[in-house]
């Protein structure tokens, strides 16, 4: 899990290539056994223009 959280604050840096990266990083957060990643991650997915633009601004 900590990584997963040091993996996710890292992309809040805003180089390129953040919106894949956000790609896997929830196809990683979806393979742990951990049910509040998941729901984070559906979060994310709901709005993947919206956060692939905040993750992606300086």
Known sequence: M???VTDFANM???PLGNA???THWIGQARVQDLPF???YA???E???AA???ALATP
């Open 2 to 4: 900590a990584a997963l």
């Open 51 to 53: 956060v692939a633009a």
């Open 42 to 44: 559906t979060g994310v």
């Open 37 to 39: 990643l998941h729901s």
């Open 46 to 48: 709901r709005a993947p």
């Open 12 to 14: 809040l840096t805003p």
């Open 20 to 22: 894949a990266k956000l």
